[in-house]
Antibody, heavy 123, light 109 residues
């Protein structure tokens, strides 16, 4: 059974940092693109970042470029999101989601999602 | 940036057919994916590549895509289908590679 379990969320002050983790199991983690998707309270879904199987390609939504860093450790079956210079508008539930096994992620769906971890940026 | 437009809400009686639309410029040229999200839960993929269903998703869920509108159709709607539904496409010209629609709340009367 595919499982994705996020952790690391919490309350942080504006300008602070937080590192999210996503523990994967039930599939060959190193074979899949992985993404982070967030959802602000009462709002819709927003893709944040994704990373290729070997970590060689990383992409971000413009609003987090230069502040967030996606990474992965295939030996630990884990995905990470380092979030720096946090802003109030980053407040959201952050989900990790599994992408495709293909070489290119373009156009492919997210077939499994974790339950999410809440990040609250407030003073 | 590429914009996907969904109606905020759709209401349907049990046993009837619900149609949720997703509008976008020439969306028919893109692959559209649909997600169901129930309150307090993670999204679940219900239709991918316009009209394919992941394993475990009932045949009552179907999709189509042409021109400027993609449609998620739920036949013989059940109370358990009440949820938010989001469409998604990939767009390399946007400020974000994956674009989601604003979501549609399906209410089963």
């Amino acid at each position: 059974e595919v499982q994705l379990v996020e952790s690391g969320g919490g309350l942080v002050q504006p300008g602070g940092s937080l590192r999210l983790s996503c523990a994967a199991s039930g599939f060959t983690f190193s074979s899949y693109w992985m993404s982070w998707v967030r959802q602000a309270p009462g709002k819709g879904l927003e893709w944040v970042a994704n990373i290729k199987q070997d970590g060689s390609e990383k992409y971000y939504v413009d609003s987090v470029k230069g502040r967030f860093t996606i990474s992965r450790d295939n030996a630990k079956n884990s995905l990470y999101l380092q979030m720096n210079s946090l802003r109030a508008e980053d407040t959201a539930v952050y989900y990790c989601a599994r992408g495709t096994r293909g070489i290119a992620a373009a156009g492919t769906p997210f077939d499994y999602w974790g339950q999410g971890t809440l990040v609250t940026v407030s003073s | 940036s590429y914009v996907l437009t969904q109606p905020p809400s759709v209401s349907v009686a049990p046993g009837q057919t619900a149609r949720i639309t997703c509008g976008g410029n020439n969306i028919g040229s893109k692959s559209v994916h649909w997600y169901q999200q129930k309150p307090g839960q993670a999204p679940v993929l219900v239709v991918y590549d316009d009209s394919d269903r992941p394993s475990g998703i009932p045949e009552r869920f179907s999709g189509s895509n042409s021109g400027n509108t993609a449609t998620l159709t739920i036949s013989r709607v059940e109370a358990g289908d009440e949820a938010d539904y989001y469409c998604q496409v990939w767009d390399s010209s946007s400020d974000r590679l994956w674009v989601f629609g604003g979501g549609t709340k399906l209410t089963v009367l």
